[in-house]
């Protein structure tokens, strides 16, 4: 398994404890919550990892993605007659194809890192004034219920709230999706990525085909974007246009990759982890304050504390002189998670 | 069909959105075309010295004292926010720090806006109880027309500035040549710092602009700064009179659409057409 997957069984842990944390809290919707939220974040930030951390193509559309990946998968399966798990793949393949787009005409035409931001930023609130607009496809505003993937029936079978199935259902993405980074890193395509960040010219003249690499991690990209997104609505059990907005998506999305660590294998766990972690402890204690902590988190962190938690850690293990026995040092931080 | 009168009236009309545009679109070009930093912001500042103003209404104030109150308070948080944050800012170059300079906008407005909504949570107007204008069979607001001849005074205010006086040629100086103007003595940080406070002095008018034609709330920041945004990207980001024209017309055109096809469609046109210049001219975004 190693030799396809290197560091698999960190991997296999650090999925048998997400499989375990909702044991002690499953009679808890809150609980239960507040843990998908977590995965799916850190679905989001896996799949800005990919594009932006090794790619240098930020999207600030990822809201807009999943709102079309979440509406796309209720309409096709609504319209055709078929399965939501059916229509997933097609709402997924749609997103994937948008940010396939995005990154080949930037690619193509070299925009820069900000200039992609600026240009997903713009199509973000395209796609997000189109959610409200549309309103005979999307419900405007007040949306409509979002029940599909027929998970009731499955948590009715087994005895267990519907939610519980929602969560081992994203939990299922997550892993399969970190299965994917792990692969696509350490792969050939992971070589090149680093080629072309380190140096897009350089990489081009030993053949490296800059333009192909940066779709094919756009079209990534967007595929996971749109899945978590979809999934994202599910866990609401009910969609309108503010689940899929800028602030609601991207800047978190932002928050805990940055704060997990960029281009870190378990940076985006990690750092849903700590991200849903104080949004709890806001959530309880100071929930008007949510926002404004939020912004001074962003700030704070892209000032002081670019590298991430899993880097800091590090550094300061090393500093003391204590050995984390290889790796990342990414279980070190998610092994503290399931109590709370 | 629409008749001529009704035309002119939108025309106006939009055009005093357009006015609000083009100072948005003045204040992000200017910090950018200077500093490299992208204020996301702006639409904050903007927030803040309408709300304020109207308060001070409520309290009992004039409007001049009022509306020259909210500017006041906007241009010293804008000289703090320089002085801490942006400095902090500068201290990295090139794609850096336009990275760097637009998290930590944006992480500002959302931290203003999180701030805000604890105490200001309503929706605010500046209602100028001016009388509506006849202009020959056209009547039009007098609101629209006094926001038109604000801006274009504003405008000309600084464009004077900037060609005319001493600290203004040393301005763009900066802008054109960074170590020329400091080989000559100029310091840019200090240019920085005053085209910063310029900046949101500008989009706070803008905001008082946009309170005086209808409701300004909280959320109505983010909205300011991606209208400014797009100003500036339509104008080309390093030119003021680029700024004021894209300002200008996508006012006039929003507001068109806005009549005639709905709002929702209007505002996809507007962020489209920014997406449509970002595409052809991305020349204009790179530092």
Same mark, same amino acid.
């Given at each position: 398994?190693?030799?396809?997957?290197?560091?698999?069984?960190?991997?296999?842990?650090?999925?048998?404890?997400?499989?375990?944390?909702?044991?002690?809290?499953?009679?808890?919707?809150?609980?239960?919550?507040?843990?998908?939220?977590?995965?799916?974040?850190?679905?989001?930030?896996?799949?800005?990892?990919?594009?932006?951390?090794?790619?240098?193509?930020?999207?600030?559309?990822?809201?807009?993605?999943?709102?079309?990946?979440?509406?796309?998968?209720?309409?096709?399966?609504?319209?055709?007659?078929?399965?939501?798990?059916?229509?997933?793949?097609?709402?997924?393949?749609?997103?994937?194809?948008?940010?396939?787009?995005?990154?080949?005409?930037?690619?193509?035409?070299?925009?820069?890192?900000?200039?992609?931001?600026?240009?997903?930023?713009?199509?973000?609130?395209?796609?997000?004034?189109?959610?409200?607009?549309?309103?005979?496809?999307?419900?405007?505003?007040?949306?409509?219920?979002?029940?599909?993937?027929?998970?009731?029936?499955?948590?009715? *079978?087994?005895?267990?709230?519907?939610?519980?199935?929602?969560?081992?259902?994203?939990?299922?993405?997550?892993? *399969? *999706?970190?299965?994917?980074?792990?692969?696509?890193?350490?792969?050939?395509?992971?070589?090149?990525?680093?080629?072309?960040?380190?140096?897009?010219?350089? *990489?081009?003249?030993?053949?490296?085909?800059?333009?192909?690499?940066?779709?094919?991690?756009?079209?990534?990209?967007?595929?996971?974007?749109?899945?978590?997104?979809?999934?994202?609505?599910?866990?609401?059990?009910?969609?309108?246009?503010?689940?899929?907005?800028?602030?609601?998506?991207?800047?978190?999305?932002?928050?805990?990759?940055?704060?997990?660590?960029?281009?870190?294998?378990?940076?985006?766990?990690?750092?849903?982890?700590?991200?849903?972690?104080?949004?709890?402890?806001?959530?309880?204690?100071?929930?008007?304050?949510?926002?404004?902590?939020?912004?001074?988190?962003?700030?704070?962190?892209?000032?002081?504390?670019?590298?991430?938690?899993?880097?800091?850690?590090?550094?300061?293990?090393?500093?003391?002189?204590?050995?984390?026995?290889?790796?990342?040092?990414?279980?070190?931080?998610?092994?503290?998670?399931?109590?709370? | 069909?629409?008749?001529? !009168?009704?035309?002119?009236?939108?025309?106006?009309? &939009?055009?005093?959105?357009?006015?609000?545009?083009?100072?948005?679109?003045?204040?992000? #070009?200017?910090?950018? &075309?200077?500093?490299?930093?992208?204020?996301?912001? @702006?639409?904050?500042?903007?927030?803040?010295?309408?709300?304020?103003?109207?308060?001070?209404?409520?309290?009992?104030?004039?409007?001049?004292?009022?509306?020259?109150?909210?500017?006041?308070?906007?241009?010293?948080?804008?000289?703090?926010?320089?002085?801490?944050?942006? !400095?902090?800012?500068?201290?990295?170059?090139?794609?850096?720090?336009?990275?760097?300079?637009?998290?930590? %906008?944006? &992480?500002? %407005?959302?931290?203003?806006?999180?701030?805000?909504?604890?105490?200001?949570?309503? =929706?605010?107007?500046?209602?100028?109880?001016?009388?509506? @204008?006849?202009?020959?069979? %056209?009547?039009?607001?007098? #609101?629209?027309?006094? !926001?038109?001849?604000?801006?274009?005074?504003?405008? $000309?205010?600084?464009?004077?500035?900037?060609?005319? %006086?001493?600290?203004?040629?040393?301005?763009?100086?900066?802008? =054109?040549?960074?170590?020329?103007?400091?080989?000559?003595?100029?310091?840019?940080?200090?240019?920085?710092?005053?085209?910063?406070?310029?900046?949101?002095?500008?989009?706070?008018? $803008?905001?008082?602009?946009?309170? $005086?034609? !209808?409701?300004?709330?909280?959320?109505?920041?983010?909205?300011?700064? #991606?209208?400014?945004?797009?100003?500036? @990207?339509?104008?080309?980001?390093?030119?003021?009179?680029?700024?004021?024209?894209?300002?200008?017309?996508?006012?006039? @055109?929003?507001?068109?659409?806005?009549?005639?096809? &709905?709002?929702?469609?209007?505002?996809?046109?507007?962020?489209?057409? $920014?997406?449509?210049?970002?595409?052809?001219?991305?020349?204009?975004?790179?530092?």
């Amino acid at each position: 398994m190693s030799d396809f997957l290197p560091g698999g069984r960190k991997l296999a842990l650090v999925g048998l404890l997400f499989v375990i944390a909702p044991l002690p809290v499953m009679g808890s919707g809150y609980f239960i919550g507040v843990l998908s939220r977590t995965l799916l974040f850190a679905l989001f930030a896996l799949a800005l990892n990919i594009v932006f951390g090794h790619n240098d193509q930020l999207f600030l559309f990822m809201g807009g993605l999943g709102g079309i990946g979440a509406y796309t998968t209720a309409l096709v399966a609504d319209t055709v007659g078929i399965s939501a798990w059916l229509a997933l793949p097609v709402a997924a393949l749609i997103a994937g194809l948008i940010g396939l787009s995005v990154s080949w005409i930037s690619a193509r035409r070299r925009f820069t890192v900000i200039l992609i931001s600026i240009l997903t930023l713009n199509l973000q609130l395209v796609f997000s004034e189109a959610f409200i607009g549309a309103r005979s496809l999307t419900g405007g505003s007040t949306g409509f219920p979002y029940e599909l993937f027929t998970l009731g029936g499955i948590a009715e *079978a087994v005895g267990v709230p519907t939610a519980v199935v929602t969560y081992y259902i994203i939990l299922a993405f997550l892993m *399969a *999706a970190m299965v994917l980074y792990i692969w696509l890193i350490n792969s050939k395509y992971g070589i090149a990525f680093e080629a072309i960040r380190e140096d897009e010219m350089a *990489a081009e003249s030993i053949g490296i085909d800059v333009v192909r690499y940066k779709a094919i991690a756009g079209f990534v990209a967007g595929v996971i974007i749109a899945i978590a997104g979809t999934l994202l609505a599910r866990e609401a059990t009910y969609i309108t246009p503010s689940i899929f907005t800028f602030l609601a998506v991207d800047v978190i999305a932002l928050v805990v990759l940055i704060v997990g660590g960029i281009r870190q294998t378990y940076g985006p766990i990690v750092g849903a982890v700590l991200v849903e972690a104080i949004e709890a402890i806001l959530g309880t204690h100071a929930a008007n304050w949510r926002t404004a902590i939020f912004g001074a988190l962003l700030i704070v962190l892209f000032l002081y504390f670019r590298s991430g938690v899993i880097v800091k850690a590090q550094e300061f293990f090393e500093n003391w002189d204590i050995s984390l026995g290889g790796g990342n040092g990414g279980t070190a931080a998610v092994e503290t998670e399931p109590d709370g | 069909m629409v008749t001529v !009168s009704t035309m002119a009236a939108l025309v106006v009309d &939009g055009l005093a959105f357009g006015a609000s545009l083009a100072l948005l679109g003045v204040g992000i #070009t200017l910090v950018y &075309g200077l500093g490299e930093v992208l204020n996301l912001a @702006i639409g904050a500042f903007a927030v803040i010295a309408a709300i304020l103003a109207a308060l001070l209404i409520e309290s009992g104030l004039s409007l001049p004292i009022a509306v020259l109150g909210g500017l006041a308070f906007v241009g010293v948080f804008g000289l703090v926010v320089d002085r801490t944050l942006l !400095s902090m800012v500068y201290r990295s170059d090139g794609e850096e720090r336009i990275l760097i300079g637009i998290f930590t %906008t944006l &992480g500002l %407005t959302v931290l203003l806006e999180g701030v805000m909504v604890n105490y200001v949570a309503s =929706q605010y107007s500046l209602p100028l109880g001016l009388d509506p @204008i006849q202009l020959g069979s %056209t009547v039009v607001t007098g #609101t629209s027309v006094a !926001s038109i001849v604000v801006a274009a005074v504003v405008l $000309a205010v600084l464009f004077l500035f900037l060609n005319r %006086t001493f600290l203004g040629k040393a301005t763009r100086t900066v802008f =054109q040549d960074e170590r020329g103007a400091r080989l000559v003595g100029i310091n840019p940080r200090k240019i920085r710092t005053l085209v910063f406070v310029l900046s949101v002095l500008v989009a706070g008018l $803008a905001g008082m602009l946009a309170a $005086a034609r !209808s409701n300004v709330s909280v959320a109505s920041s983010f909205e300011f700064t #991606t209208f400014a945004l797009i100003v500036s @990207i339509v104008g080309g980001v390093r030119s003021l009179v680029g700024a004021v024209v894209a300002g200008l017309l996508l006012g006039l @055109i929003n507001t068109m659409a806005n009549f005639f096809v &709905g709002s929702y469609f209007a505002t996809i046109i507007l962020f489209g057409a $920014a997406i449509v210049f970002l595409l052809f001219r991305p020349e204009v975004m790179s530092s």
